[in-house]
Structures are given as structure tokens and as C-alpha cells.
């Protein structure tokens, strides 16, 4: 190295060894539990051992000795060694660590004594000078390697297994240690790939490994028991053995393609870039392979746990794809993916109930063939499953039938070629279906925790199904709830169109001579077409009545209905203080106040009192319809008055007061009552104004 790049490497490895010696002041310092003292204690020799290597390195660095950089590299492995132990030691000391759990974690510490023993065993040959003899240097970058793979390998694991609301405490921790493990995981890759170490690279690992002091310092001040909710989840524990057998495999291929490289003569190089292009690929191929993956799923859970699921982590995945918003088949698809993923099944399909509940049909289908037939509600088959509830495994039935009895499998079944588990979808006491999976990716057991598991799955998938078709009828019922209800608006505007149609067929035996009943006679046919022609409109269209609100002359519409009821022999009353117009549909607004006019005229006497009074009142149209009638009681009012099919008449269908009250608030109105029983009533409609100038700013402008 340059008289520069001693400098520099003196300068970061006087930092390391200034850092971690405060660390370790520190720690010594620091009481600890007695429960996390022999962690703290390993994690001391750990940093001590840090603070050896650097002190080695800063040496190396001042004097150039070649022993100094020998020790230094036989205290790397040895600071290596320390970090493994400490984390395999928070590993095995987590309050869950029971004896399954210590088990799944049994080839961590063979592993690493292989690992720190060949390296020691390289830096003793190489102390001793016998290295370049046995051709022992090329191997010391593949050890160091290994071990960097292994140490990211337990930083994973452990950071895995560490509890969520605990991550917080070792995070500055695993991000520290992680940071100095890929920078060494760079140095000596590139030393196995050219047979070299990079000497500029090696001078700053002082730098890099004082960088980590500080994080190492936060996560010591931030937990004091390190040992505290760790816990291994199958899930880490599957991610934590297809990292260690890839980097076992990389680790491996490099060895190989190493050889190739010095043993193969001209060719060595091209085979071994083809060696490594090779082998990258079929690294990629199995790791994207779904049945390479479900072998080492059930590897896990078999060898290394007592039991098979992780189910906080089933529940919550299987949950989650139910939750999935979507339609109804999307929703068959959740069902069948959701019990499908939690045994490696790669196909299935759902059979649901129909509407009738006559029969099963296949509703929804994943990787597998469609089935036309439909197997009854009331077969043998049917009534087996709903039952017993049994998770039916039909490889198990072609083989021990008997412990099946009463199972007679539809002829269907067997159309289905890779058919293996049948689950039954049970809510309460009823079957509303059935769930086919196809064969596993790999062989599986199926034991007591894998039925009870799909039994639980099967009635959670089944209430979900269940609330799906409830929703699904209740839109239904409220479509033809929509249907009804215009219905019934129109159909109480025909009876109003009869009842006046009615009414001038009565009078015209007596006035059929008289012209003015002729033209009045016309304009009530013609006016009861034009009706009948908006009524089969909105029947085409819709409840809302064709058109935009526009301004309507309030004044207008009274007194055409006023005159109207005096020619059908009643008097109404009127007295308009002010010609107001509001928005709206006219013919809308003529229906309401008419509606309550013929109200108030139905419940007053030929002797008692009609009146209509517009007016403005605080910047609204004011409208009062009163009468001297029979009124109504308070809690007519308040509790039927404006709900459909509530009516004081004895012939009435208690759709106008309820069809005049939406269409109010909708145009932003209100309708006030005030009535009394036996002293009659007053609706007062109060309608927003609709302002209209009657002259332009321009000639206001110009007469000035």
C-alpha cells in the first residue's frame, strides 16, 4: 500500500479501535440483568474481539509488519466467531424458545464451529508459513465468504424472529452489523473472482466498521434484554433455509467454477463464465418453482415445528384473500386460492348451492376442468358431508373406504382426475356448498391439524359466501322495492286521472248541450292524455320524471287549480300577496299542491272552509293549504303522515303526502303541519325563490 492509502487505513482502523474500546467501557459499566447477562457478556468479547482486529489493522497500518497483518486477520475470524455466537445465543435464549423451536435452530452452531474452525485453521497455516506449500491461499477468500453469507444468514433470521413491537430496539443493530457483512461480502468477492484482495477496499474497512459503533451503541441504550420476545415464525424459518441452501449452492458453484478457472486450461475462463451463467439460471428456475418451494415448506414444518401451520400467519393470509372485494365469481376464486394455498393444492373449484336449493352446481373453478353435472341437496353424498362434516380425502377413500361409511361418491367425481381433498362449506346446520382440491405440488400428510385447519377455513369461507348471496338478495329486494314504489306513484296518478275522468263522464248527461262544458270537457281529456303520455315516460325511463327544474309561476298553478275545483262544484279560497316563481317541474309541483287541495277537500265538509294563501316569507315561497276538516291526530303526524301506505281515507292509498314530501326536499322545500283533531288542518310548503329580473343592467344604463 501507498504511504496514502497507510494513512488513511491508520486513521480508520484508530477510529474502529478508539470506538469499540468506548463500547466496551461502556458495557462494563452498564448493569445487566441477570437473566440478559450472559448475553451482554458474549456481546462484550464481541466488541472486544472488534476493537483486537482494529487495534491489529491501526499496527499494520503505522509499522507495515507482515505479522501485525497476520494477527489481524486471524482476529477477523475470531470477531466473526463472537458475532455468531452472540446472535445465535439471542436466538436460542427468546422467550419462546421451547424445545421445537431449539430444534429448527440445531445446525446454526455446527455449522458456524465448521466455518470459524477452517478459518482458524487457514490463518494458523498461514502464521505458520505453510500455506504457499498446500496452496491454502486460495481457499482463505472462499472461508471468508462463507462466513459473511452465514453472519447476513443470522442477521436475517434473527431480525425475522424477532416480535413486531421489539424490532424497533434491534434494528440499528441488524442494519449496522448488515452493512460492515455486505461491504465484506464485496471485498472478498471480488478477491475469489480475480485472486486478489483490493487493497483500497481493505483500507477503509477501519472506516466502515467504525461507522457501526454508533448503531451498536443505540441498540444496546435502547433494549437492556436482548433475549426478550424473540420468537421463530415459520415463515422465517422457510426464508431463513432458502437463503442459507442458496448461498450453500452459490458457495458451491464458485468453488466449482474456481476450479475450472485454474484447472482448465485456454478454455478455463469461457467455462467459467458459462459455468456461472449456468448457474444463476438454475438457481432462478428453482427458485421460482412452486413445487420446489412447497417441498421445502413442508420440510420445515415437519422437521423443525410441533406443529405444521403457523396459524396467525394462515388466518391472517387466508382472511385477507377472502376480504378481497370483488364480484361473486371473483369471490369463488378467493375461496378456493384461500384453502388451495394453505396445503399446495394447484387447482380446485367451488360447488354452491342454487337459488331453488335443489342441487349443487360448480360455480367457480381455478386450474381445473369444468363439470357440468349437479349433484341434489338431498343425495347420499350431500347428506354425508353436511352430517359429518368430514373433510373428505379421496385417496384415502380408494384406499380404506370403510372408514368412509355412508360415502357414495357421484359418478362426477371421477371425472376430475387430480381431485384429492373435498371441504364442505357449513354455516350453522346448512351446507350452502362444497370446495374440490387438486392434488398437492408435493406429498402431504394429511392429518388431525390439517382437517381441523380446513374445517375452520371451510366455515369462515362459508360465512363469507353466506353474507355475499344475503347482499346480493337484498339488492335485489331493493330494485324491486325501486320498481314498487314508482309503481305505486303512478298508479296513484291513475286513479286521480279516473277519478277525474269519472267525474265529467257523471256531469255530462247533464251538460253535454253546453259549449263551455264541451271546451272544458276537451281540455280535461286532452290534459289526462298529456298526463298518461308523462306517466308511460317515466315507467320507460325511471322514477325521476324527465326534464330539468326550471322556474315555475307558483300563482299560475294555484289558480288553475282552484278554478278547476270550483268546476267540479267545490270553492277553495285563495288569496296571493305576491307572484313568486320557484324551481321545479311544473306539472310536479301542480300534482303536490293539488294533491293537497283534494286532501283538505276530502276531509272538510261541503259547509266548512278551503283556502290557499301564497306569500314570501324570509326570503322563501310561502304556500298554506288549510281547511276546517276532521285534522289528524299528533301521532299521525308524527309517526304515518309522510310514510308510504299510511292514509286516514277509507278508499286512499297513502302514496300522495309521501310522493309530495321527497319531492320537496329534493327541490330543497320544506312542509310543515299543523293540525288538530275535529278543528282541521294547515301544510304550509315553504319552496327557495327563484329570483327573475325583469329589466337588463343595459337599459337601466340607457334610461339614466
Not at 434491534?170 to 461491504?183: I, N, S, T
Not at 439460471?281 to 418451494?293: D, I, K, P, T
Not at 413442508?298 to 391472517?316: A, I, Q
Request: with cysteine; net charge neutral.
Amino acid at each position: 500500500m501507498g504511504t496514502s492509502t497507510n494513512s488513511l487505513a491508520a486513521l480508520g482502523f484508530g477510529l474502529a479501535a478508539g470506538g469499540y474500546g468506548l463500547l466496551a467501557i461502556y458495557l462494563l459499566g452498564v448493569g445487566q440483568s441477570a437473566r440478559a447477562g450472559r448475553v451482554s457478556a458474549v456481546m462484550l468479547v464481541a466488541v472486544v474481539a472488534c476493537s483486537g482486529w482494529a487495534v491489529f489493522g491501526l499496527l499494520h497500518a503505522i509499522s507495515g509488519n507482515r505479522l501485525f497483518s497476520d494477527a489481524g486477520n486471524l482476529a477477523d475470524v475470531l470477531r466473526y466467531a463472537a458475532w455468531f455466537a452472540f446472535v445465535i445465543l439471542l436466538l436460542r435464549s427468546g422467550d419462546v424458545a421451547n424445545g421445537a423451536v431449539r430444534a429448527s435452530r440445531a445446525y446454526l452452531v455446527p455449522v458456524a464451529i465448521t466455518i470459524v474452525g477452517v478459518g482458524i485453521a487457514l490463518q494458523g497455516a498461514i502464521l505458520l508459513g505453510v500455506s504457499e506449500i498446500a496452496g491454502l491461499n486460495r481457499l482463505v477468500p472462499l472461508q471468508a465468504l462463507a462466513a459473511v453469507v452465514f453472519g447476513l444468514l443470522l442477521l436475517e433470521q434473527f431480525f425475522r424472529s424477532v416480535a413486531d413491537d421489539s424490532r424497533w430496539n434491534v434494528k440499528p443493530f441488524c442494519l449496522g452489523l448488515a452493512g460492515a457483512f455486505v461491504y465484506d461480502l464485496y471485498l472478498y468477492s471480488d478477491a475469489l473472482l480475480f485472486n486478489r484482495i483490493d487493497e483500497d477496499a481493505r483500507s477503509i474497512r477501519g472506516f466502515v466498521a467504525a461507522s457501526v459503533v454508533p448503531l451498536l451503541a443505540l441498540s444496546t441504550t435502547r433494549s437492556r434484554d436482548w433475549a426478550s420476545k424473540i420468537r421463530l415464525s415459520q415463515r422465517a424459518a422457510f426464508h431463513s433455509a432458502t437463503l442459507l441452501i442458496s448461498g450453500i449452492y452459490l458457495l458451491f458453484m464458485a468453488g466449482v467454477g474456481y476450479y475450472v478457472r485454474y484447472f482448465g486450461g485456454e478454455w478455463g475462463r469461457a467455462l467459467q463464465i458459462a459455468l456461472g451463467f449456468v448457474a444463476v439460471m438454475a438457481l432462478g428456475v428453482l427458485a421460482f418453482s412452486g413445487s420446489m418451494r412447497a417441498k421445502l415448506r413442508v420440510l420445515v414444518g415437519k422437521h423443525f415445528f410441533s406443529y405444521r401451520y403457523d396459524y396467525r400467519e394462515e388466518w391472517l393470509k387466508f382472511t385477507h384473500t377472502l376480504a378481497v372485494q370483488g364480484s361473486p365469481q371473483e369471490m369463488g376464486q378467493h375461496v378456493i386460492r384461500g384453502l388451495a394455498d394453505m396445503l399446495e393444492s394447484p387447482a380446485g373449484s367451488l360447488w354452491l348451492r342454487d337459488a331453488a336449493k335443489q342441487s349443487y352446481t360448480q360455480a367457480a373453478r381455478w386450474n381445473m376442468a369444468r363439470v357440468e353435472a349437479g349433484e341434489a341437496t338431498d343425495s347420499a353424498f350431500s347428506k354425508f358431508l353436511l352430517d359429518s362434516g368430514w373433510v373428505v380425502n379421496l385417496e384415502e377413500y380408494r384406499c380404506f373406504a370403510r372408514r368412509y361409511e355412508g360415502l357414495a361418491l357421484p359418478d362426477w367425481v371421477s371425472e376430475i382426475p387430480n381431485a384429492w381433498l373435498i371441504v364442505p362449506l357449513l354455516v350453522g346446520n346448512e351446507m350452502i356448498g362444497f370446495v374440490v382440491l387438486g392434488s398437492a405440488r408435493t406429498p402431504m400428510e394429511v392429518n388431525w391439524e390439517v382437517n381441523d385447519l380446513l374445517k375452520t377455513a371451510g366455515r369462515q369461507a362459508a360465512s363469507f359466501l353466506a353474507q355475499m348471496q344475503a347482499t346480493e338478495a337484498l339488492l335485489e329486494v331493493r330494485k324491486f322495492d325501486a320498481f314498487n314504489r314508482m309503481s305505486a306513484f303512478v298508479v296513484h296518478d291513475l286513479k286521480n286521472i279516473v277519478t277525474q275522468l269519472s267525474l265529467m263522464l257523471r256531469n255530462a248527461e247533464k251538460h253535454r248541450a253546453n259549449p263551455e262544458f264541451q271546451q272544458d270537457m276537451l281540455m280535461t281529456v286532452e290534459h289526462s292524455v298529456e298526463r298518461m303520455r308523462q306517466l308511460m315516460l317515466q315507467l320507460r325511463e325511471g322514477a325521476t320524471p324527465p326534464g330539468t327544474p326550471v322556474g315555475v309561476d307558483l300563482a299560475g298553478i294555484v289558480d288553475r287549480i282552484v278554478k278547476a275545483k270550483g268546476a267540479q262544484g267545490r270553492t277553495v279560497d285563495m288569496e296571493i300577496k305576491d307572484n313568486l316563481t320557484t324551481r321545479g317541474h311544473e306539472d310536479r309541483l301542480e300534482r303536490v299542491i293539488g294533491h293537497l287541495v283534494q286532501n283538505a277537500l276530502d276531509a272538510t265538509d261541503i259547509a266548512g272552509r278551503v283556502w290557499v294563501k301564497l306569500n314570501k316569507q324570509s326570503g322563501l315561497a310561502q304556500l298554506e293549504v288549510g281547511d276546517t276538516g276532521q285534522g289528524m291526530s299528533p301521532e299521525f303526524v308524527r309517526e304515518r303522515l309522510f310514510k308510504p301506505f299510511q292514509t286516514t281515507k277509507q278508499a286512499g292509498m297513502g302514496i300522495g303526502a309521501y310522493e309530495s314530501f321527497q319531492y320537496v326536499q329534493e327541490l330543497g322545500g320544506k312542509i310543515l303541519v299543523d293540525s288538530k283533531e275535529n278543528a282541521g288542518t294547515r301544510v304550509t310548503l315553504l319552496l327557495p325563490l327563484f329570483e327573475i329580473s325583469s329589466q337588463s343592467d343595459l337599459r337601466q344604463r340607457g334610461a339614466a
